[in-house]
C-alpha cells in the first residue's frame, strides 16, 4: 500500500456489474491463467494462485452460483491474515473515492450503482438479513 | 487388476519415504507423499471395495465423486487405485491415472493459507509447488474419515 493510493478507489467488472475496492488495499491485478481449482471448499472460492512463493486463494464475488472461469484476472487485495485473491473480468480505472457517491440503495460512480468490496468479507462473508 | 508400471513404482514404493506421487482425477493433478501407501494398481472399473491378490476384500472411496467432478471414471473407464495402510487397516482411492512419481525435492511443499477456511483445510494438508504450479496435496487419513461415512 502506497500512501499515494489513499482515497482512492479501484473500479472493476465482474459478470457487467461495476465494483469498487479500496486502492489502500490493492496489492496488484495479476492474469489468472495459473489458478488450481481445490474441492470441498465454498462455492466462492475460485481456486488458488502461487504468488511471490505463497499460496493464495482467490475468490468470486459474484452473488450465485460456482465462481465462474470468465473472470480471466486477479486482484490481490491485503487481508488480514495474508493477501487473497478476487476473480475480475475488467479493470475500468482509478477514482477519487470522492466520486463515489451515496445514493437512495446503494453507492454510485456517475449514476451506476457500485459493489464496494472489502477483503475481510470475501473470506467471511457476513450472514444475510432474513 | 493388474499392477501398473511394475518397475516404476517397485523402484517407488522402495524409497517411498522420498517419493510424491502425482495423479490425475477429471482432468486435474493432485498430489500425496507415498508414505503408506502400499501398492498402487489399475483397475478396469471404479467400485466402491476391491479385492487384493491376497483375497483381502477393502473399501475404496471414489475421489471423482468425493471432489464432485462428474462422471464414474477416466475418459476410457479405466482407473488406479492407490491403497494405503492406516492404523485401521487398508483403504483405497480411486482416481484416473498417474501423471509422475518425483523425489520430494523436485516439489516443495506449501502451507495451506489461513485465508481459506473450511473443509478443505483438512482434507488437503498443503500444496506441492510443481513446474511452477500449485498442486493440491491430498491427506489420505482426512479423504477416508470424511467420505467413508458419506458412502462415497
Not at chain 1, 457500485?114 to 475481510?120: A, D, F, G, L, R
Not at chain 2, 483438512?122 to 498442486?135: A, D, Q
Request: negative net charge.
Amino acid at each position: 500500500m502506497q500512501a499515494a493510493d489513499a482515497g482512492k478507489i479501484l473500479l472493476f467488472r465482474v459478470g457487467g456489474i461495476l465494483h469498487g475496492a479500496d486502492m489502500g488495499k490493492v496489492i496488484k491485478v495479476v492474469a489468472g491463467g495459473n489458478l488450481t481449482p481445490v474441492p470441498r471448499t465454498p462455492d466462492r472460492v475460485k481456486g488458488v494462485i502461487l504468488h511471490e512463493g505463497k499460496v493464495v486463494p482467490v475468490f468470486s464475488c459474484r452473488k450465485s452460483g460456482k465462481a465462474s472461469n470468465a473472470e480471466n484476472l486477479v486482484l490481490l487485495m491485503e487481508h488480514r491474515d495474508g493477501p487473497i485473491g478476487l476473480g475480475i473480468d475488467k479493470v475500468i480505472g482509478v477514482v477519487q473515492d470522492s466520486e463515489i457517491v451515496s445514493g437512495d440503495d446503494a453507492v454510485k460512480y456517475r449514476g451506476e450503482p457500485v459493489q464496494m468490496i472489502i477483503p475481510e468479507n470475501l473470506v467471511s462473508p457476513p450472514i444475510p438479513d432474513k | 487388476m493388474g499392477a501398473l508400471e511394475p518397475e516404476k513404482f517397485a523402484r517407488a514404493i522402495d524409497g517411498r519415504e522420498g517419493l510424491i506421487l502425482f495423479f490425475k482425477v477429471a482432468g486435474l493433478s493432485y498430489g500425496l507423499r507415498l508414505t503408506n501407501v502400499i501398492r498402487i494398481d489399475e483397475i478396469e472399473t471404479p467400485a466402491s471395495s476391491i479385492t487384493l491378490p491376497d483375497e483381502k476384500v477393502i473399501k475404496c472411496i471414489n475421489l471423482r465423486r468425493f471432489f464432485g467432478a462428474e462422471g464414474n471414471g477416466s475418459e476410457n473407464g479405466k482407473g488406479i487405485v492407490i491403497i494405503f495402510e492406516s492404523e485401521d487397516g487398508q483403504f483405497g482411492l480411486l482416481a484416473d491415472a498417474v501423471d509422475e512419481v518425483v523425489p520430494a525435492l523436485e516439489a516443495s511443499e506449501l502451507m495451506w493459507p489461513p485465508q481459506l477456511k473450511g473443509e478443505g483445510a483438512k482434507i488437503f494438508g498443503g500444496f506441492f509447488r510443481r513446474r511452477e504450479r500449485l498442486v493440491p496435496a491430498v491427506n489420505a487419513s482426512a479423504v477416508r474419515e470424511a467420505a467413508l461415512p458419506e458412502g462415497l
